[in-house]
């Protein structure tokens, strides 16, 4: 079963940016379409970011414009671009596949903390 490792997050200052990955074990499995996820506390898990198995993507409004996602299949990972960061961005990020039936086990995920 493919694994996934996500990565990338950290403390930043409101305004600011960061770039995350998602490297997946299976050499096919990112090939699926994909989807970034986040988690804050006490709120549940919601998708933000989804590219298609032909590249076309979607965000959730709260991060149009600001968040882009990217595949990177010789390196099976996938990337989440994020710019002008809000404290309400402040989450656990994860990566899967977009389609339930297609989801592997999630990952630790990375945390991404937004805050002066």
């Known amino acids: 079963q493919p694994q996934l490792v996500e990565s990338g997050g950290g403390l930043v200052q409101p305004g600011g940016s960061l770039r995350l990955s998602c490297a997946a074990s299976?050499?096919?499995?990112?090939?699926?379409?994909m989807a970034w996820y986040r988690q804050a506390p006490g709120k549940q898990r919601e998708m933000v970011a989804r590219?298609?198995?032909?590249?076309?993507?979607n965000y959730a409004d709260s991060v149009k414009g600001r968040f882009t996602i990217s595949r990177d299949n010789a390196k099976n990972t996938v990337y989440l671009q994020m710019n002008s960061l809000k404290p309400e961005d402040t989450a656990v990020y994860y990566c899967?596949?977009?389609?339930?039936?297609?989801?592997?086990?999630w990952g630790q995920g990375t945390q991404v903390t937004v805050s002066s």
């Open positions: 899967n596949a977009l389609l339930i039936t297609l989801q592997t086990d």
């Open positions: 299976g050499s096919r499995f990112i090939s699926n379409a």
């Open positions: 590219i298609t198995g032909g590249g076309s993507t």
